[in-house]
């Protein structure tokens, strides 16, 4: 059974760090892109970054280029999303999501599989 599991989020400070983790079970870690997306009350939910399992291939939201760090550990069958930087703009619930497609997407429709996200809030 294919299931993503989030965790590492929070209340934090602007100008603060969070590591989010995203655990994949039931598939390869290293045949999936996952994906980070995010959505914001009132908002619709958004692409933040991808990272494929089958080459170097990324892709960050122009929002948080130079803050966002996605990054995966195949041997524990986990992506994180370092995020640095933060502001009250990114606070929102963050998704995780894998799709199996062999082109690299960040495209929600595309994702299949999904997590049910952990909240991100950034306030003084």
């Known amino acids: 059974q294919v299931q993503l599991v989030e965790s590492g989020g929070g209340l934090v400070q602007p100008g603060s760090s969070l590591r989010l983790s995203c655990t994949v079970y039931?598939?390869?870690?290293?045949?999936?892109?996952i994906g980070w997306f995010r959505q914001a009350p009132g908002k619709e939910r958004e692409a933040v970054s991808c990272?494929?399992?089958?080459?170097?291939?990324?892709y960050y939201v122009d929002s948080v280029k130079g803050r966002f760090t996605i990054s995966r550990d195949n041997a524990k069958n986990t992506v994180y999303l370092q995020m640095d930087n933060l502001k009250p703009e990114d606070a929102a619930v963050y998704y995780c999501?894998?799709?199996?497609?062999?082109?690299?997407?960040?495209?929600?429709?595309?994702?299949?599989?999904w997590g049910r996200g952990t909240q991100v809030t950034v306030s003084s």
């Open positions: 999501a894998g799709t199996g497609y062999i082109d690299f997407t960040c495209v929600e429709r595309d994702f299949g599989s």
């Open positions: 039931g598939f390869r870690l290293d045949t999936y892109t």
């Open positions: 990272s494929s399992g089958r080459d170097d291939s990324t």
